[in-house]
């Protein structure tokens, strides 16, 4: 069974630049969650994508948009990078509904500067 | 709105000694509970769950958790700690409010470093 996997690991970004970070999803799992967690602080939601379409979403702005394609895999797009978005990305998969564990992958750490 | 506290935000203990992690939960409705754990240098995982039924929850490595519903509270324990538990532990919360979005709220985090 494979697990979550995410790229890059880390990367570092100039404010204003776009970011596009990739998660494959646990082998069967159907629905993919995006978290950001700032240093010090727990994950917090960003969406997530059931069927290839957001099916919920945190409070975050609209520059942060995200894809699933046909075999689950994921994409979050940032535009607009500002300071405060350097975080740890966490990617989550799991069946659908919300009685599910989530498995997480490693993460991607952004450095916008 | 939602909201998880993780009334511990670091908290050192020697081998050997019972551990105790506070959280507490804002949210009236039915809700599903989870205890995560991340290792140093490792990934987010599953510690432990509560759907429904018994309000006691054994998770892995010999942990537990105890959801009391007129506290809104979801303590995670362990009788005697290990160098191996040093960790950051996450509380989380998701509302069985009727949607279908699989959405966890996260407490901050306790750091717990076990002295050999």
């Known amino acids: 069974e494979t697990g979550v996997t995410q790229s890059p690991t880390h990367l570092i970004k100039t404010r204003g630049q776009q970011v596009t970070l990739r998660c494959s999803s646990q082998s069967g799992h159907n629905t993919v969650s995006w978290y950001q967690q700032a240093l010090g602080q727990g994950p917090q939601f960003i969406f997530q994508?059931?069927?290839?379409?957001?099916?919920g979403r945190g409070n975050f702005p609209p520059r942060f948009s995200g894809l699933q394609f046909p075999n689950y895999s994921s994409e979050l797009n940032v535009n607009a990078l500002e300071l405060d978005d350097s975080a740890l990305y966490l990617c989550?998969?799991?069946?659908?509904?919300?009685?599910?564990?989530?498995?997480f992958g490693p993460g991607t750490r952004l450095t916008v500067t | 709105a939602q909201s998880v506290s993780q009334h511990n935000h670091h908290v050192i203990l020697s081998e050997a000694a019972s551990l105790e992690l506070g959280c507490n939960y804002s949210y009236g409705g039915t809700v599903n509970l989870f205890w995560y754990v991340q290792y140093p240098g490792q990934h987010l995982q599953l510690l432990l769950k509560?759907?429904?039924?018994?309000?006691l929850v054994k998770g892995i490595k010999g942990f537990e958790a105890e959801f009391i519903k007129s506290k809104f509270s979801f303590n995670l324990r362990k009788p005697s700690v290990q160098w191996s538990d040093t960790a950051e532990y996450f509380c989380a919360v998701n509302a069985q409010d009727g949607g279908a979005t699989n959405k966890l709220i996260f407490g901050t985090g306790t750091l717990l470093a076990v002295q050999p």
């Open positions: 994508y059931y069927r290839e379409e957001e099916n």
């Open positions: 989550a998969s799991s069946l659908a509904g919300t009685r599910r564990e989530q498995y």
């Open positions: 509560y759907f429904s039924g018994d309000p």
